[in-house]
């Protein structure tokens, strides 16, 4: 079974969390939810509370097959100074294991040194980062082993995106079609 590890930190975007962590775990991959601090219940920008399974510092690249980053400014600016945080994209990018990242979060890969020549982000973001190789009208953006995402209107997409890439086809349309998702 694939397992997704999410990192949430104080000010993470709870739509793309939440979005990616339910539509990942209906098509039956393991989510890890982990928190940058001791305390598991992390606040999010729009003070929605979430409960992490776990730190961050119990998780290794050994134990998951990619790491996906929600946006939120403030949850991305501690993920991008998180050391932990930093050196898991670091590995998983050197052993060309998945990466992704939606909204305001490719700047805490640009930070790690493992954002991709093509990306995509949250308007304006970008300017944080670099205007070469980003799409601002692609919702999603594959560049070798990093997928990055626009912002809390794309994370159904990003999600399916992610169930077709790790459990096929048919899953991906039946959640697809489940969910009435006809935007992605």
């Known amino acids: 079974m694939k397992t997704i590890l999410i990192p949430i930190a104080k000010g993470f975007e709870e739509i793309e969390a939440v979005s990616l962590i339910d539509v990942l ?3 039956e991959i393991k989510v890890i939810v982990a928190s940058l601090e001791n305390n598991l219940e992390v606040q999010g920008a729009h003070n929605i509370t979430l409960m992490a399974d776990t730190n961050i510092q119990n998780v290794t690249t050994e134990d998951i097959d990619m790491i996906l980053l929600p946006g939120g400014w403030g949850g991305t600016k501690l993920l991008a100074q998180d050391k932990h945080v930093q050196n898991l994209l670091k590995e998983m990018n050197n ?3 998945d990466i ?12 790690a040194g493992v954002l991709s020549q093509n990306y995509t982000c949250y308007p304006s973001v970008e300017e944080e980062i670099r205007i070469e190789g980003y799409h601002p009208n692609e919702k ?8 990055t995402s626009r912002g809390p209107g794309t994370a159904m997409c990003l999600a399916l995106y992610i169930v077709k890439k790790y459990k096929g086809e048919e899953t991906y349309n039946s959640l697809k079609s489940g969910l009435l998702v006809d935007f992605c």
């Open 95 to 97: 052993k060309n294991k």
């Open 140 to 147: 999603i953006v594959e560049d070798g082993n990093i997928i």
């Open 25 to 27: 775990r209906r098509a």
């Open 100 to 111: 992704a990242a939606i909204c305001a979060a490719p700047y805490a890969l640009n930070s």
